[in-house]
């Protein structure tokens, strides 16, 4: 089973996602670190991320630079929304993304277009959302349990920009698969969201398993 979770920053594909994962026994990809990656490498080689050549350059990344914690950070998911935006980045770590869905048994991946375009055949797709101020309130806590000291104005600020340049571009832009369902998070506990995207999964399937 490949089950495709998509959404926004903070969110909370990323927890449903794993949580998903575990559940099912299934592999869990979360896609936006190899963007992660690609950024830090550009940062590390003090290269242009707004230069297609440059972030292409930086792509060929080893499998273990996805372990290292600094990929989390705000400095390089910024950067890392740059990158996703250049057709090329996106073509380079293609074909990892489809090995990964497409591996024996199945998988969940989340991002911005697995229901869309690495997994267009994925058995359930799923777009969280939430609303920008509450997705700001989610990031800000967790930026200050990790130290970092920022204003709620300008994390929202930032949600937003992510927001804009993650849909309006115009390779693979963030945005719902016509066949996914879609799980609204803002008013929900990490919990009941689980559950709620456990149901969905249940319910895609049974629908699947019925004969006609
Ligand atoms: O959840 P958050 O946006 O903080 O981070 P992420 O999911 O790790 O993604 C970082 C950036 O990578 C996003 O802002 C997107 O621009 C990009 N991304 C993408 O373009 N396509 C994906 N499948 C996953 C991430």
């Not at 440059?54 to 273990?64: I, L, P």
């Not at 911005?112 to 055949?121: F, L, Q």
């Not at 000291?149 to 930032?158: E, I, N």
Request: glycine share 6%; aromatic share 4%; net charge neutral.
């Amino acid at each position: 089973m490949i089950i495709a979770v998509d959404g926004p920053a903070a969110s909370g594909k990323g927890t449903i996602a794993r949580a998903l994962a575990q559940h099912y026994g299934l592999p869990h990809l979360d896609t936006g670190l190899l963007y992660r990656a690609v950024a830090s490498t550009v940062l590390r080689e003090d290269l242009d991320p707004s230069r297609e050549a440059d972030a292409v350059s930086a792509c060929g990344f080893e499998d273990y630079l996805l372990d290292d914690p600094w990929l989390r950070t705000d400095e390089v998911g910024k950067v890392a929304s740059v990158v996703s935006a250049h057709p090329l980045v996106r073509a380079a770590l293609l074909n990892r993304q489809k090995k990964f869905a497409r591996q024996p048994g199945g998988a969940v991946l989340d991002g911005r277009d697995i229901g869309t375009v690495i997994a267009p055949d994925a058995d359930v797709k799923l777009f969280v959302k939430a609303t920008p101020m509450i997705r700001a309130q989610r990031r800000h806590l967790e930026l200050r349990k990790n130290g970092v000291l920022t204003s709620l104005d300008k994390v929202l600020a930032d949600i937003r920009s992510r927001d804009e340049r993650d849909s309006k571009r115009t390779e693979a832009p963030m945005l719902q698969a016509p066949d996914a369902a879609l799980l609204d998070t803002s008013f929900l506990s990490i919990d009941a969201a689980v559950q709620r995207a456990i149901a969905i999964v249940e319910s895609k399937t049974r629908t699947a398993d019925t004969p006609a």
